[in-house]
């Protein structure tokens, strides 16, 4: 077994696609509409799906803003350089909502960024 996507719904598909793409430099894999059902799917990843896992953004077209709850915590994406890549986010448009630094209670080195619907992303310094 392999994890295949993690899915979250959005509220504004372009914007999504513009901050997971432009900003995070992942490829939009597929995106298709679905008219009946009055919803689009979009997968982006830093890979082919058979490989690597995926994010699936939903839109339904009726809904421009979720609320989050408290239950959601947050996607990993590991980074060479992480104060590079916060400094690349934030002149890109990006929010950086906390700042690159050790973990609380630890040494390895995190920073957080948020989406356009407010999802966290956390990027955590990997040294290989």
Same mark, same amino acid.
């Given at each position: 077994?392999?994890?295949? !996507?993690?899915?979250?719904?959005?509220?504004?598909?372009?914007?999504?696609?513009? $901050? /997971?793409?432009? =900003?995070?430099?992942?490829?939009?894999?597929?995106?298709?509409? /679905?008219?009946?059902?009055? $919803?689009?799917?979009? $997968? =982006?990843?830093?890979?082919?799906?058979? @490989? !690597?896992?995926?994010?699936?953004? %939903?839109?339904?077209?009726?809904?421009?803003? /979720?609320?989050?709850?408290?239950?959601?915590?947050?996607?990993?994406?590991?980074?060479?350089?992480?104060?590079? @890549?916060?400094?690349?986010?934030?002149?890109?448009?990006?929010? =950086?909502?906390?700042?690159?630094?050790?973990?609380?209670?630890? %040494?390895?080195?995190?920073? $957080?960024?948020?989406?356009?619907?407010?999802?966290? =992303?956390?990027?955590?310094?990997?040294?290989?």
């Amino acid at each position: 077994m392999r994890i295949l !996507h993690t899915m979250l719904r959005v509220g504004d598909l372009d914007k999504s696609l513009d $901050f /997971y793409t432009r =900003v995070l430099g992942m490829q939009l894999l597929r995106r298709k509409d /679905y008219p009946e059902g009055k $919803f689009t799917l979009a $997968f =982006v990843g830093y890979g082919p799906e058979d @490989t !690597h896992p995926a994010l699936e953004l %939903t839109h339904n077209w009726d809904t421009s803003k /979720y609320e989050l709850g408290n239950a959601y915590g947050h996607i990993a994406l590991g980074v060479k350089d992480i104060h590079g @890549t916060c400094d690349t986010i934030r002149k890109a448009g990006g929010k =950086v909502v906390r700042e690159p630094g050790p973990m609380k209670h630890g %040494t390895t080195v995190i920073a $957080f960024v948020e989406d356009p619907d407010g999802y966290r =992303v956390e990027l955590i310094q990997q040294d290989t």
